[in-house]
């Protein structure tokens, strides 16, 4: 049903059009939904429904779209994941945060999935096309990814491996290293999926 994906990445270019990444060259934001729905696709995720609706996770949130758009548009599962990943944007933006990582064990196997390969973009885009953030925005930033991650109730080993192999990235040029490049054996273990010592609750204070 390569129809329905292709009416999304349409729809989600449409909705998008104005819009900009908050990367170092203010890329078109619909790379990112066509990232997303790319990363799922390379991690063998064939399901047209969750295809589409990682093209459309943003536009309830961040255009005019409205939940009956999509219903009608895509039906009701479409509409229904993206539900699930929408953030409720009257709440304040600490709150937010807190709730995805509340909401992310309920999550739907479809939801969960748009959601850990949302992360993965986000993240590689901080580390392949940063903001301009100061270096401990970016480090509580990784840190909370990888918490709401943690708890996604499904965890399919090609989304885990990329997920991982980004969070071992960031911590290896700390600011004291990055002066001197990598460090050759990084203590981060690549087979540690659990983060025993980074993650809930041990995000990097803040400065
Ligand atoms: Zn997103």
Known sequence: ????????????????????RKDAEASPYINHPLTVANILSEA?????????????????????????DLR???GEEVAGIVLEVTDDKSLPKARRKV?????APHLSEGAALVKFADKIANLTDILEAPPAWPAERKAAYFA???SVVDFLPVQPLALRARFDAL???????????SATGPRPNSSVCPSNFGYPESGVGSAPGPS
């Open 99 to 103: 709730l995805q990582i509340e909401h």
């Open 44 to 68: 063998g995720v064939e399901n047209p429904i969750v295809l589409a609706a990682a093209i459309l996770h943003d536009t309830i949130e961040d255009t005019t779209t409205t939940a009956d």
């Open 72 to 74: 009608r548009l895509f």
């Open 1 to 20: 049903m390569s129809r329905l994906i292709l009416k999304a990445a349409a729809y989600a270019a449409h909705q998008h059009r104005d819009q900009r």
């Open 144 to 146: 909370w990814a990888a």
């Open 167 to 177: 969070v071992a990235r960031a911590s290896v040029p700390t600011a004291a290293s």
